[in-house]
């Protein structure tokens, strides 16, 4: 299977800060990778598909980039809802794989 | 209403089974697979596996395979997981999930659509 790895793991950060998460694959990927939001208690949600794809109706402060092994998911300026845990997830293989997630935590 | 209302929570004893379903609604359910994705108290996201509903084809995770079913119900649009051998760490929230990609040979798609999840408890 493709490991899927996120860093960092937490991310502390204020209103308005731009951050970055970073997902790293074990092989290869092309650009089939997905960004999900997940609240507690509640289902992900989709952010980012193909890399770079914004989902329908979410704010375009949200980014992806990268290819190949390496992809990002940026958002240019905290707002108090992105306080979130984030996943990144690969679905180039004949098995889908997630990343263990990056808890987004106000400082 | 395009949604995915899964089944109420449940508790088993290890060793038994647990089936928890899925019912699709608001959109052509045949052109879509169906993945299970199920999530351990304070842990990540874990791929089950996944199902179409076109052809009822399934491709499941090694680390489950063997101990899981996945089944569709066209005429009900209702998809099902079968989990068998329930041990304490299958305890966890397990989610449906849609590919966002009609007519995928696998799961080869991300996924727009989720269910709100189904805690199962597995517990003597």
């Known amino acids: 299977d493709i490991q899927m790895t996120q860093s960092p793991s937490t991310l502390s950060a204020s209103v308005g800060d731009r951050v970055t998460i970073t997902c790293r694959a074990s092989?290869?990927?092309?650009?089939?990778l997905a960004w999900y939001q997940q609240k507690p208690g509640k289902a992900p949600k989709l952010l980012i598909y193909?890399?770079?794809s914004l989902e329908s109706g979410v704010p375009s402060r949200f980014s992806g980039s990268g290819s190949g092994t390496e992809f990002t998911l940026t958002i240019s300026s905290l707002q108090p809802d992105d306080f979130a845990t984030y996943y990144c997830?690969?679905?180039?293989?004949?098995?889908?794989?997630f990343g263990q997630g990056t808890k987004l935590e106000i400082k | 209403q395009v949604q995915l209302v899964q089944s109420g929570a449940e508790v088993k004893k290890p060793g038994a089974s647990v089936k928890v379903s899925c019912k699709a609604s608001?959109?052509?359910?045949?052109?879509?697979?169906i993945n299970w994705v199920r999530q351990a108290p304070g842990q990540g996201l874990e791929w089950m596996g996944w199902?179409?509903?076109?052809?009822?084809?399934?491709n499941y995770a090694q680390k489950v395979e063997g101990r899981v079913t996945m089944t569709t119900d066209t005429s009900t649009t209702t998809a099902y997981m079968e989990l068998r051998s329930l041990r304490s760490d299958d305890t966890a929230v397990y989610y449906c999930?849609?590919?966002?990609?009609?007519?995928?040979?696998?799961?080869?798609?991300?996924?727009?659509?989720w269910g709100r999840g189904t805690l199962v408890t597995v517990s003597s």
């Open positions: 999930a849609r590919d966002a990609v009609p007519y995928t040979l696998s799961s080869w798609s991300y996924f727009d659509l």
């Open positions: 997830h690969q679905y180039n293989s004949y098995s889908a794989t």
């Open positions: 608001g959109y052509t359910f045949t052109s879509y697979g």
């Open positions: 193909e890399a770079s």
């Open positions: 199902i179409s509903f076109y052809n009822g084809n399934t």
């Open positions: 092989q290869s990927i092309s650009g089939w």
